[in-house]
């Protein structure tokens, strides 16, 4: 199986900031990553697929970047409304391994 | 508007049973894969099992094979998980999820509560 990683686990930041979180995989998995937001006693909503690719109706401060092992998701100006944790999650192979998690808050 | 209502969770002992259920609307159901997901506050979230579309292949984790069985009954829309041989480190919540495109999920349920626990 695919084992995935995320640093760090926990993040705060002022309002405004630039916050980045990475995501690691333990073998190449080209683009087959997407980022998932989940906000408190809600459920994940995916934010981005494919690595880079921003899913309807993000606001486009989210980004994602790389591909391979190495994987970047980008919140550029970060908002109250951005606390929530952060999930990635490969697709290259299954199972569809999740990493740990990025809390975000504020 | 897609919808994903799942049920069936609860409170129960060690080494019991449950089924979960999940309801899906605004998407062609027959043809979709589908998943189980769960979220632990310890280990975050954690792929649970998938049913292939039309001609249903099963995909199970290591953590529930043998215990655990996904099904899907393409003339209610719903989808079913059956639990069984419970464990403490099964209490989650479950989401049952469709995948995308790509293999990411792009529409979740609101979650159903499994607590195990004597």
């Known amino acids: 199986d695919i084992q995935m990683t995320q640093s760090p686990s926990t993040l705060s930041a002022f309002v405004g900031d630039r916050v980045i979180i990475t995501c690691r995989a333990s073998?190449?998995?080209?683009?087959?990553l997407a980022w998932y937001q989940q906000k408190p006693g809600k459920a994940p909503k995916k934010i981005i697929y494919?690595?880079?690719s921003i899913e309807l109706g993000v606001p486009p401060r989210f980004r994602g970047s790389g591909s391979g092992t190495e994987f970047t998701l980008t919140i550029d100006g970060l908002q109250p409304d951005d606390v929530a944790t952060y999930f990635c999650q490969q697709f290259y192979s299954y199972p569809g391994n999740f990493g740990p998690g990025t809390k975000v808050e504020i | 508007e897609v919808q994903l209502l799942e049920s069936g969770g609860g409170l129960v002992k060690p080494g019991g049973s449950l089924r979960l259920s999940c309801v899906v609307s605004g998407i062609i159901f027959k043809t979709s894969a589908m998943s189980w997901v769960r979220r632990t506050p310890g280990k975050g979230l954690e792929w649970v099992s998938a049913?292939?579309?039309?001609?249903?292949?099963?995909y199970y984790a290591d953590s529930v094979k043998g215990r655990f069985t996904i099904s899907r009954d393409n003339y209610q829309n719903t989808l079913y998980l059956q639990m069984t041989n419970l464990r403490a480190d099964d209490s989650a919540i479950y989401y049952c999820a469709k995948e995308g495109n790509y293999g990411d999920f792009d529409y979740w349920g609101q979650g159903t509560l499994v607590t195990v626990s004597s």
């Open positions: 073998q190449t998995i080209s683009d087959w």
């Open positions: 494919k690595a880079s």
């Open positions: 049913v292939s579309g039309s001609s249903p292949r099963t």
